[in-house]
């Protein structure tokens, strides 16, 4: 089993991704019912739910993810399933994308967009919410 340390140390920083998020319940189907089309958060964040659902598979976790989404600045996952470890995996993912880019995936903080709260980097070429 993998432990949480070693996944704090690897949500740090997951990098870009070149996954859609439209291909993670094809690539991780125990996880997602079939048809699953909930996504609605940045691109930026797409490695991050990647490693989270590499490490579920990896521990045999029995969580079906039912929506994934932004939600005042933070990824917010919602899921089915009694799993402890895996709760713990999903919540350090949530804490993380707090300091990850919601568009690019790289450093993050939170930006204020005339009251809408977002984790964006300090590139203004890398979002546009104009």
């Not at 997602?32 to 609605?40: A, I, K, P, R, S």
């Not at 930026?44 to 989404?69: A, E, P």
């Not at 917010?76 to 470890?85: L, N, P, R, V, W």
Request: charged share 25%; hydrophobic share 30%; proline share 5%.
């Amino acid at each position: 089993m993998t432990n949480l340390k070693t996944i704090k140390h690897i949500f740090r920083n997951p990098g870009p991704s070149d996954i859609p998020c439209s291909q993670l319940p094809t690539m991780f189907p125990s996880f997602f019912e079939v048809g699953f089309h909930d996504f609605h958060c940045g691109f930026g964040w797409t490695s991050l739910i990647h490693y989270m659902l590499l490490i579920l598979k990896k521990n045999n976790s029995n969580l079906r993810i039912t929506y994934i989404k932004e939600k005042y600045r933070f990824l917010h996952i919602s899921y089915t399933g009694d799993d402890d470890f895996g709760e713990q995996v999903i919540r350090l993912a949530e804490s993380a994308s707090a300091y990850i880019c919601e568009s690019c995936g790289k450093a993050g903080r939170e930006k204020d967009l005339d009251g809408w709260y977002k984790t964006l980097c300090d590139d203004p070429q890398c979002h546009s919410y104009d």
